[in-house]
């Protein structure tokens, strides 16, 4: 054990910072990267077109695909880059995130916020949503056939965006996007795929909340994370 865990911790924190802001002054961590136009070849070999996030919204409608719908005042879709390089997903929306109509906003996403702050990001850089899009009652989490009926938005979102890393933030993201039921102590902290795309498990920032003291191994996720960008800049 650290003599002082709670010090080391801030000196990881203010080292990654340090490093990270080198590595933005030299240039090396713009997050976002435009891309081309998405196609992707359907059966018969030929190229069919991906909706872009507009088009997904406009195709979800004033959805009633599961009876979330019923309880919740907004279809909270997700914000930020449609070119991120990195993206966050998490469960679900919570009471302020479904009074805003955004991610990530409550007590949650300001801890989000923060860390994304260390990490030198800003929120516009990166996209943020969630497995399932409408606000289970109560924050209970999402059942199986509420997560079946929204999953193949978000990886219709996923399609479009292309990022070249994925964070997902706790347990029920983890479990619905890579299809394990690998509990997310033993499966955060290690690469995993999606798609061909790299994504990286880790604690969903309420837990974070509760549990203070698992924050540094977060932070050690997001380190790796962002080593990683670095080293595959396009
Ligand atoms: S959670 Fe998803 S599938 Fe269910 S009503 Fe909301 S948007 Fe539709």
Same mark, same amino acid.
């Given at each position: ?13 203010? @080292? ?22 998405? *196609? ?12 872009? *996030? ?15 719908? @019923?309880?919740?005042? @907004? *279809? ?9 390089? *990195? ?46 899009? @409408? ?62 795309i790299r994504v990286m498990p880790t604690f969903h920032p309420s837990y974070l909340d509760r549990f203070p003291q ?12 962002m080593e990683y960008l670095a080293e595959h800049e396009d």
């Amino acid at each position: 054990m650290p003599e002082d865990p709670v010090r080391e911790l801030a000196e990881l924190v203010e @080292s990654l910072s340090e490093w990270l802001r080198y590595q933005r002054r030299l240039g090396r961590l713009g997050l976002p990267g435009a891309k081309a136009a998405a *196609l992707a070849p359907d059966k018969e070999g030929t190229a069919e077109k991906i909706p872009t *996030l507009e088009e997904i919204r406009e195709k979800m409608g004033q959805c009633k695909r599961c009876q979330l719908y @019923s309880g919740a005042k @907004s *279809l909270v879709f997700g914000e930020g880059s449609p070119h991120a390089r *990195l993206m966050f997903i998490g469960e679900a929306p919570g009471a302020e995130e479904d009074l805003q109509g955004r991610p990530f906003v409550g007590k949650a996403g300001q801890l989000l916020t923060r860390m994304l702050d260390k990490l030198v990001i800003r929120r516009e850089e990166v996209y943020i949503t969630n497995v399932v899009k @409408s606000r289970p009652p109560g924050n209970r989490d999402p059942e199986p056939a509420e997560i079946e009926a929204c999953l193949p938005f978000l990886k219709m979102q996923i399609a479009a965006i292309r990022p070249q890393v994925i964070v997902t933030l706790g347990k029920i993201a983890t479990q619905a996007l890579l299809g394990t039921k690998e509990p997310i102590t033993k499966i955060r902290g290690q690469w995993q795929r999606y798609d061909q795309i790299r994504v990286m498990p880790t604690f969903h920032p309420s837990y974070l909340d509760r549990f203070p003291q698992e924050r540094k191994k977060t932070w050690e996720d997001m380190q790796r994370v962002m080593e990683y960008l670095a080293e595959h800049e396009d």
